[in-house]
Each structure stands twice: as C-alpha cells, then as structure tokens.
C-alpha cells in the first residue's frame, strides 16, 4: 500500500519542527508499504490540495494526527480524503479524547475511518495490515491479549533511519542563500531541528494538562544507548551534508528523573554526540548544580520552563504547587551562568488573575536574565481536569471551542476579571516584552558577553514577537526592522569594530553564539513569511 501520513498546520502560526508520530510511525510500518509525509506547517495544502495529492500519488491509506488545536482543519482534510474514496485513519491527543467526534457518534458528521486511542505504536502495525486487506475497525486501542491498557516500554524503541528520510521540506535555510552557506565553516546549507524523545509520561498531573492522562503517570524511558547512537545518527547526517541539526528533547519533563538525566547526558558527552538541544523542565528539577553543568556540556542551550504564574495561589489552584515562583529568578540565574538560556512560558486568565497580572509579571521577569517568555490563555482542553472542573461549574463559555479555533481566545470566564480583560493582559504582556525598548534591555543585559551571544538573544526575541504578532511579508519585517534599527545599529557597528563582520558571517559563528538558534532567526527572518514557533504550556 502507499500510505500518507499527514499533519495539519493551525492556520495562523506555522511550527518549524516536524512532528516526531509521523516519524515513529513511518518506522514502525510493516515491511512491504510505501509511506509518504506531509508535514502542513512546511508544505502548505488545502483540502483540494491534499485530494489531488492522493489522487496524483495513487495513496490508499491516509493517517491524520492533529492537537485540539488543529483539528478542525484536520476534519476538513480528512473529509476531502474520504471525498476520494480513500479511508482515513487518525490519531494523536484529541481523537483519543474526542473519539466519537472524530467517527460521527456524536451525531455530527464522520470525518475518519478509523481512530487510533492514546499512543499507536503497537497498534499501528495492525491498522496497517487491517486497511491493506480492507477491514479496518473504527477504533484501536492499545491493550494487551487480556483486555487491558498496555503502553510501549520504550525499551524496543524502532530506529529512525535519519540517514535516508527526505527531510527536504524541514530545511530552515531559504534557498536564496543555501548555495553560499553550505560553503560556511562546517556548512550551513541546511539547518533543521529534529524532535527526539528520551522518554514519555509525566506524574505531575497540572490541572490543564493532557500529557498524565494521555501517557500515563508511569514514566517510560529508552535507553541511553539507543538516544546516544539517534544523535550520532543525526550529526552523521548533518556533516554529510554540510548542515546543521539541532534536537529538541520533547519529553514533557526531560529531567523528571535527574539520576537518568544526568546518566544520559555523560553518556551523551562521552560518546562526543553533542548536539544544539532544547528541552522542556519544571524550574522545580533545576535545583541542582550538577545537571545545570551537564545540561550545558551535552549541548544545551534553550530549557522551556513552564512557569505559567508568578502567583502561588494559581498555581496551587492548577496543581503546580511545585513550581515556587520566588526561586525562579535564582534558576535562571543558575542557567545563564552557564550560557543556557529559557523560555519562560505564563498563563493569564486563571482564577486568581487580576487586571494588572501581565504588568506584575514582568516586573518579576525585567529581574531576571534575559530569555524569551511568552504568554498565553487558560485554555480547557478535553478531557483535562481543567476542563471537566469548568464544564461542571456551567462556566464553558465556548465548550467546544475548538470546532471554531480563534487563536488567543479564551474558553470560559475567568473568576475575577472578564474574557476581554484576560484577553488584554495578553496583548499587554506580548506588546511590552517584545517592544523595541524591551529588545534593546534584553541585548545590553549581555553587555558582558561576546557579541554573538547579543545577535542570538536579539534575533530569537525578534522570531518569537511573531508567534502573538503574525509578521508575514516584507513590510511587516521592514517595519519591526524600523522599530529596532538602534539596537542593529548598535550591533553592526560594534561587529564592525571588532572586525567580526568582516570577510564573511564564518567570522561570526567562530565565537561562542548558540549558533543553532541564530540560524533559526535568520532562516525565519530571511523567509520572513510569518513562519514561528508555539510551546505548549511546558
Ligand atoms: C513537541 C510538542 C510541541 C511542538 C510542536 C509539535 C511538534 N512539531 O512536534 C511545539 C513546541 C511547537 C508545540 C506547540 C503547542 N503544543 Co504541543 N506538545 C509537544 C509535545 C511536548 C510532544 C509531542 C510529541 O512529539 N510527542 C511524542 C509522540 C510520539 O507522541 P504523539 O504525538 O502523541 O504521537 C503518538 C500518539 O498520539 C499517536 N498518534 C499521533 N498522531 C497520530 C496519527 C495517526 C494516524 C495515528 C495512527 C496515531 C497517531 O501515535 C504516536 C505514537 O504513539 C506534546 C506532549 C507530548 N508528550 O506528546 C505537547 C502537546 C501535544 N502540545 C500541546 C499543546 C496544547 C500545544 C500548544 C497549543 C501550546 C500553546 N498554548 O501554544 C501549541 C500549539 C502548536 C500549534 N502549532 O498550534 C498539548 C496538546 C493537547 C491537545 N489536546 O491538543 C500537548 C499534549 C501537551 C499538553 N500540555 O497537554 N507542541
Ligand atoms: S504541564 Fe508539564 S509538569 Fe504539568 S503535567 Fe503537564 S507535562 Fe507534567
């Protein structure tokens, strides 16, 4: 058979990591099967682009994966799909949840085939063999012979074959100027950041979050080995073909058992597979100096830190005690002085916020070293506690809010201030932490670093204003460009000075800039299609 695996954008922001399912799945394909990917946020396609791509590719199965987030548009292409006889199957985080929904028992209308529960990667195989002699059932659930709930060790995991997998549509760099930097020090022709996962699950069990229910509380790690020889794989890779690859490490809590972390990263470090990583880890496991040494030695260089509220009685509400906001100035400390930096993420609107929270919170983050925080909306997912909380006390505003995926909106009323109000402290924190006066702080807080180090915090900040403000084409770069020209004023003219432009952008990737991330700027900024990135909320 030949199966298209196909991931759909949200329509307003475009990520630029594939998505590591359509990966594991292409591996875990029985032998005999052609399996082509599509990646929406790289290849854009509508539902007459999808229909004549599987049309004009002969494809006879098609497997959709989506988030809440992009499941209407994931709906509209399967439909178009099954338009043209080809049976769909999806799966992924809210078809689990939502299951009747996505096969039309919810008395709307059917939109898959079939639907794969929770994590596929024993059930995938046999939903192959199902669709190839034409008998798929509706729904797949990974049990055991005996009936119960069974989630892969992780200890078989399937090796992705990097080394082969057309990963044309995951290069970062513009094509205008790929010839001239494949020719740049160790080669930049090509730059891609690849998902890699250590390890599933997470105990935590935050009251918005679909990861405990989803994965399980019982955390699965691979083994040091088989993440070890992923990362060779991936810089054979990249040398081979005088690029780059970065890894971001997509394990909910990349250190939520710090004796494996720390066993992980020195076997990491011994076996000289360094790569540029991020990773995502509550402040709660940064405490300790010896894996914020390690973190920095195997490579890391951005950690996202779900911080969510500086607010104690929020985060007791959210079930995240655990994070202490009062030390979250000494672990970014902690970070910095190693040359890692954060992504700080908070969530506004939750029921404790007042107006004024977004001002109050960046009071606290203007303290700390500069990183790159971002702000979003408590948003009820399915089948969260949040949600069934919400739902029960008749405050769902809009309970299924994502038939209609209005980007930066909220769900329900927040206790002590109005939707509108919630919505404006967003705007407040992203108009304030972004501004041209907030870039320029965030560049002199390096004043003592080497100049690279300046352009990258620079140039991330600029990529990251554009999750909240989209900035697609050339008159909205120009014009951010304007807003900032004393800061790249600032920073050409010291270059100059220095001599570190001189001769060719080499110079500049000789000193110590966490040069993966400058490179994704650049490519975004070159590109200058809006294309951005979206953290979950840790
Ligand atoms: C990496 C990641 C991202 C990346 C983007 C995704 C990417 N390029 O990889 C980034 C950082 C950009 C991101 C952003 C966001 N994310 Co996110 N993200 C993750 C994370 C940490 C890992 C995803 C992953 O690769 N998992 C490992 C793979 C193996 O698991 P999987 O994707 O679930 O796939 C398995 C099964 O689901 C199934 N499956 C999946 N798809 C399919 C398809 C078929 C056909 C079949 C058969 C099976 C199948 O099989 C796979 C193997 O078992 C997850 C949490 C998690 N641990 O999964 C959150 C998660 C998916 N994100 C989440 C959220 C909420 C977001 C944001 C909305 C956050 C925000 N407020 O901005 C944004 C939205 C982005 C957007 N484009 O609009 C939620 C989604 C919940 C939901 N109900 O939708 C999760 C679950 C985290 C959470 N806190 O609850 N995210
Ligand atoms: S928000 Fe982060 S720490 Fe909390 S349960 Fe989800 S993955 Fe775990």
Redesign the pocket.
């Known amino acids: 058979m030949k199966i298209l695996?196909y991931n759909p954008?949200?329509g307003?922001?475009?990520?630029f990591?594939?998505?590591?399912?359509m990966f594991?799945?292409q591996a875990l394909t029985p032998p005999g099967h052609e399996v082509l990917l599509v990646d929406g946020?790289a290849q854009s396609m509508d539902e007459a682009g999808i229909a004549q791509f599987v049309r004009d590719n002969n494809i006879e199965l098609v497997?959709?994966?989506?988030?809440?987030?992009?499941i209407a548009k994931a709906y509209r292409m399967a439909d178009a799909v099954r338009a043209t006889g080809v049976p769909v199957?999806?799966?992924?985080?809210?078809v689990?949840?939502m299951a009747d929904e996505a096969l039309g028992r919810d008395g709307g209308a059917r939109h898959a085939d079939a639907v794969?529960l929770?994590?596929?990667?024993a059930?995938?195989p046999r939903?192959v063999a199902d669709a190839a002699r034409g008998e798929l059932k509706d729904v797949y659930a990974p049990v055991d012979a005996f009936g119960q709930e069974s989630k892969?060790s992780l200890k078989e995991y399937p090796v992705i074959p990097w080394e082969s997998i057309d990963l044309k549509q995951f290069n970062l760099v513009p094509k205008a100027v790929k010839g001239t930097l494949q020719k740049i020090g160790e080669g930049w022709g090509t730059f891609r950041l690849i998902?890699v996962?250590s390890g599933?699950g997470c105990p935590y069990g935050c009251e918005?979050?679909?990861?405990t229910g989803?994965?399980g509380d019982s955390i699965r790690f691979r083994t040091n080995e088989s993440v070890v020889n992923e990362l060779l794989l991936l810089k054979a890779r990249a040398r081979s073909e005088k690029g780059q690859m970065a890894v971001?490490f997509?394990?909910?809590n990349f250190a939520i058992n710090i004796k494996r972390t720390k066993s992980l990263l020195r076997d990491i470090i011994a076996a000289g597979a360094q790569v540029h990583w991020v990773a995502?880890i509550s402040a709660n496991l940064l405490r300790d100096e010896e894996l914020v040494d390690l973190i920095a030695a195997s490579g890391g260089k951005w950690i996202f830190i779900g911080m969510e509220s500086i607010d104690p009685a929020n985060l007791k509400d959210m079930n995240k005690g655990f994070n202490k906001p009062g030390e979250y100035g000494a672990v970014l400390e902690r970070l910095a002085q190693r040359n890692v930096y954060a992504i700080t993420s908070f969530i506004f609107g939750m029921d404790n916020d007042t107006t004024g929270v977004a001002e109050r919170t960046l009071e606290q983050v203007r303290t700390w070293p500069p990183g790159l925080p971002i702000f979003?909306l408590l948003?009820p997912?399915?089948a969260t506690p949040l949600y069934k909380r919400l739902e029960k006390a008749g405050r769902l505003t809009r309970p299924k809010h994502w038939q209609e995926f209005i980007p930066f909106a909220m769900a329900h009323t927040p206790l002590k201030m109005s939707i509108e109000e919630a919505h404006a402290e967003v705007n407040y924190g992203w108009d304030q932490a972004y501004s041209a006066e907030a870039l320029a702080h965030a560049v002199e807080a390096l004043n003592d670093q080497p100049l690279g180090y300046r352009v990258n915090i620079f140039l991330a900040r600029l990529c990251f204003r554009g999750i909240y403000f989209p900035m697609m084409g050339k008159m909205a770069w120009l014009k951010v460009i304007a807003q900032n020209r004393r800061t790249i004023f600032k920073l050409v003219r010291e270059g100059f000075k220095a001599g570190a432009w001189r001769g060719a952008p080499a110079r500049i990737s000789a000193s110590p800039v966490p040069q993966a991330e400058a490179v994704v700027a650049i490519a975004q900024a070159a590109g200058g299609d809006g294309r951005t990135?979206?953290?979950?909320?840790?």
Request: charged fraction near 15%; glycine fraction near 10%.
């Open positions: 695996l954008d949200n307003v922001t475009r990520n990591m594939p998505h590591l399912w594991l799945l946020n497997g959709i994966g989506a988030m809440t987030r992009m199957v999806m799966g992924g985080p809210h689990t949840e794969a929770g994590e596929a990667d059930t995938w939903i892969p998902p996962e599933r918005f979050c679909t990861v989803f994965f971001f997509i394990d909910d995502q979003g948003t997912l399915p990135i979206a953290f979950p909320a840790d």
